[in-house]
């Protein structure tokens, strides 16, 4: 069971005391790998009997790590932070309910959701502790100068930028999924339906979605002065309209950013070698460039 699987099931019947407690600890995990007992008891402003009561009742959801030394504290698992970000979106009027997972990766969960007004969403767990902290670093740059970048910070900050680029790219006509909102570690977007291009044994119309996705590239740069970054046939999302929605933007660059014609040619060039070693088309890298670039 993931760690959303255990937030959507215990996060009706957390209290705001529960929740009290929960956000206590966020806060003080600035300070502490593990918050001390009597810290959450002071910071809470809740009495010690009624801080124990919590402490014992979150552990057993499964919400916190519990951590005895020279004394006893305790941390955000996965699960707590999840409930303290759909506890926001629910009060802001965003979210109603979380639904059947859509898909799981390395660095996220995504589930079907549905807002208080009834519509269907996706929202994007993110969960950059799933792959080295050393990796982690290495693949995202926006992660460079925070060495000491806690899990929980990294999967926050990775959901800001997404939505920031979300919020740039589709006021452009750029085919990806509407952004709606977002807390801590997690985006609520528009609905994601299809399947990763990687995965498609067969296009009817390669060379159709081949200038479909170098549109949309195109449109980014043009329109919005956003770079994908870390583009590839793994997050170019074909409809069973057959076509294309492309996700995954936290490692987005603007184009005046200094390494954006290094990130542009190698997001192009991804694109370029998956429909020439799968589909045997061919178009020469700089002509490409010239064709994105092209006011």
Same mark, same amino acid.
């Given at each position: 069971?993931?760690?959303?699987? !255990?937030?959507?099931?215990?996060?009706?019947?957390?209290?705001?005391?529960?929740?009290?407690?929960?956000?206590? $600890?966020?806060?003080?995990?600035?300070?502490?790998?593990?918050?001390?007992?009597?810290?959450?008891?002071?910071?809470?402003?809740?009495?010690?009997?009624?801080?124990?009561?919590?402490?014992?009742?979150? *552990?057993?959801?499964?919400?916190?790590?519990?951590?005895?030394?020279?004394?006893?504290?305790?941390?955000?698992?996965?699960?707590?932070?999840?409930?303290?970000?759909?506890?926001?979106?629910?009060?802001?009027?965003?979210?109603?309910?979380?639904?059947?997972?859509?898909? !799981?990766?390395?660095?996220?969960?995504?589930?079907?959701?549905?807002?208080?007004?009834?519509?269907?969403?996706?929202?994007?767990?993110?969960?950059? %502790?799933?792959?080295?902290?050393?990796?982690?670093?290495?693949?995202? %740059?926006?992660?460079?100068?925070?060495?000491?970048?806690?899990?929980?910070?990294?999967?926050?900050?990775?959901?800001?930028?997404?939505?920031?680029?979300?919020?740039?790219?589709?006021?452009?006509?750029?085919?990806?999924?509407?952004?709606?909102?977002?807390?801590?570690?997690?985006?609520?977007?528009?609905?994601?339906?299809?399947?990763?291009?990687?995965?498609?044994?067969?296009?009817?119309?390669?060379?159709?979605?081949?200038?479909?996705?170098?549109?949309?590239?195109?449109?980014?740069?043009?329109?919005?002065?956003?770079?994908?970054?870390?583009? *590839?046939?793994?997050? !170019?999302?074909?409809?069973?309209?057959?076509?294309?929605?492309? $996700?995954?933007?936290?490692?987005?660059?603007? !184009?005046?950013?200094?390494?954006?014609?290094?990130?542009?040619?190698?997001?192009?060039?991804?694109?370029?070698?998956?429909?020439?070693?799968?589909?045997?088309?061919?178009?020469?890298?700089?002509?490409?460039?010239?064709?994105?670039?092209?006011?």
């Amino acid at each position: 069971m993931s760690s959303a699987d !255990v937030a959507a099931r215990v996060f009706r019947q957390l209290e705001p005391e529960d929740i009290r407690v929960l956000a206590t $600890i966020e806060v003080d995990l600035s300070r502490h790998r593990f918050v001390p007992e009597p810290d959450i008891i002071r910071l809470s402003g809740l009495a010690e009997k009624e801080v124990k009561y919590r402490l014992e009742r979150l *552990s057993g959801f499964g919400l916190l790590y519990r951590w005895i030394g020279p004394y006893v504290g305790y941390a955000l698992n996965m699960a707590g932070y999840d409930c303290l970000a759909l506890n926001a979106l629910v009060k802001a009027g965003i979210l109603e309910s979380l639904g059947k997972p859509l898909g !799981v990766g390395k660095e996220s969960d995504v589930y079907d959701a549905l807002t208080q007004s009834g519509e269907r969403v996706a929202v994007k767990f993110h969960r950059l %502790g799933r792959i080295s902290f050393r990796q982690t670093r290495r693949l995202r %740059g926006y992660l460079f100068d925070r060495r000491h970048a806690s899990w929980l910070y990294q999967s926050r900050l990775a959901a800001e930028r997404e939505m920031e680029a979300l919020k740039l790219v589709y006021p452009c006509g750029v085919s990806v999924p509407k952004p709606i909102g977002h807390n801590r570690h997690v985006v609520v977007m528009g609905i994601i339906e299809g399947d990763c291009l990687f995965r498609i044994t067969e296009l009817p119309s390669p060379e159709e979605i081949l200038d479909e996705i170098l549109e949309n590239v195109r449109r980014a740069y043009i329109g919005a002065g956003v770079i994908h970054g870390d583009l *590839s046939e793994f997050n !170019v999302i074909i409809n069973p309209d057959w076509h294309i929605l492309i $996700i995954d933007w936290p490692q987005y660059v603007r !184009v005046s950013h200094p390494n954006a014609e290094m990130l542009l040619k190698r997001d192009l060039s991804n694109i370029l070698k998956f429909f020439r070693r799968k589909y045997g088309l061919i178009r020469e890298l700089e002509e490409t460039l010239n064709y994105i670039k092209r006011p």
